[in-house]
């Protein structure tokens, strides 16, 4: 049977930037017969306009027993009075959440021409790539006791940092895994130096690294972590680290590449019966309801997460590297959405030409 892939659009600019990387799964289909069976349904706001909530338990059960699912993006102004736990942006937490989606990667790269958009110096930033994997499901953002109780006359906001070992161990295993089939150079980050689960952290990472004697293991404090990010990326290949760090260091080496138009994302849990991991692919941004449906979003992001579930979840990486190929060839002959603009002079392509110069490196490839 061929794999099999449920896309969900979402909202806003959702549906716009998926249409072009329904193009591309096209591409794969007819010109290297990598064929899918791809199905695809409602989340988000979306969702809730059809099923009155942000995700159905059907889409829920299907998200479950596909190879993998890419989504486009969640949320828009028209859903931000509703209750909680109707909101877009639950039906994405309930995906990672039910899935179990424990480990995030975050790719950094810089294609070439657009090192001079990064917030940096062309020569810190150029040939870029590097990746983050972020511990998603435990850590601050999930510890108990929380919540904002009265103590004395006053009251205190509690959030509690908790990692089990099994929680460390399983998110450095992957991140050790992915270190094998990059450049075998892992950098862990956290604060042991003033907290006890990065103690526990940095115990059970080393523990871990023993099985990959392959892999040069590191470990920097996370404050140093960020310094070093700016100062001398290129020094790393991938870094692992906790919820709430991952989620800091991931956005600020997002920066130095450019627009939020260009980041891919994956979201992987445990294994499969079939040995696939359970995988979410998505685009580090949002529904972008600024320019939602005038044809100005920048579908490479979704796009490169796609390249990333043919790596990840398809052991296809040489057509991976095909794809990534393509939109380096698109970005190089100048190709621009508006998010991309710096140069004088320069006319933006709309989100359709976007994907069809993609298409077009394809074919040239
Ligand atoms: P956003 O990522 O949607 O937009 C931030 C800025 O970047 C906007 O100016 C937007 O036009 C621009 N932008 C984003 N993606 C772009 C693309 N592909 N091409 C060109 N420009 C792009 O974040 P914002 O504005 O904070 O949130 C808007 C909505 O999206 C909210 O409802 C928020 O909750 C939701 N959201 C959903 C996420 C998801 O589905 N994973 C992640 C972040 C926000
Ligand atoms: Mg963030």
């Known amino acids: 049977p061929n794999p099999s892939l449920l896309i969900l659009p979402g909202d806003g600019i959702g549906p716009e930037v998926m249409a072009e990387v329904r193009k591309i799964i096209d591409w794969f289909g007819a010109n290297q017969g990598l064929k899918f069976d791809v199905s695809e349904d409602l989340v988000g ?166 099985e990959y004697p392959e892999v040069e293991l590191s470990h920097m404090y996370a404050d140093n972590g960020a310094m070093q990010l700016v100062r001398a990326p290129k020094q790393f290949d991938v870094i692992v680290t906790d919820n709430l760090f991952g989620d800091i260091l991931s956005d600020c080496a997002a920066m130095l590449t450019g627009s939020l138009g260009m980041l891919p994302s994956a979201s992987l849990g445990a294994p499969m019966a079939n040995g696939r991991p359970k995988a979410l692919y998505e685009p580090v941004h949002g529904s972008a309801p600024d320019i939602a449906g005038q044809g100005k979003a920048n579908p490479i992001a979704c796009i490169l997460s796609f390249a990333m579930a043919l790596r990840y979840s398809f052991d296809q990486g040489a057509e991976a590297d095909r794809l990534e190929a393509a939109v380096e060839k698109v970005l190089a002959d100048g190709v621009r959405t508006a998010d991309l603009l710096g140069e004088e002079g320069v006319t933006p392509v709309s989100t359709t030409q976007m994907g069809d110069a993609v298409v077009a490196a394809l074919d040239a490839s």
């Open 45 to 210: 706001g979306a969702a809730y306009d059809v099923h009155g909530v942000p995700l159905a338990d059907e889409t829920m059960a299907k998200a479950q027993e596909v190879d993998a699912v890419l989504l486009g993006a969640v949320g828009g102004p028209k859903y931000d009075n509703l209750d909680f736990s109707l909101k877009p942006e639950r039906g994405l937490l309930r995906l990672r959440k039910e899935m179990d989606l424990f480990s995030n990667l975050r790719p950094a790269q810089c294609f070439d021409a657009l090192a001079d958009f990064s917030s940096l110096k062309k020569d810190v930033v150029a040939g870029l790539d590097i990746m983050i994997v972020r511990e998603l499901t435990s850590g601050v953002y999930f510890g108990e006791p929380r919540g904002i109780f009265e103590e004395g006359n006053e009251r205190v906001g509690i959030n509690t940092q908790r990692y089990t070992e099994s929680e460390i161990e399983r998110a450095a295993r992957s991140a050790f895994e992915l270190a094998m089939r990059r450049n075998k150079k892992l950098c862990s980050m956290e604060k042991a130096n003033v907290m006890e689960s990065g103690v526990l952290w940095r115990e059970v990472v080393t523990r871990v690294g023993k």
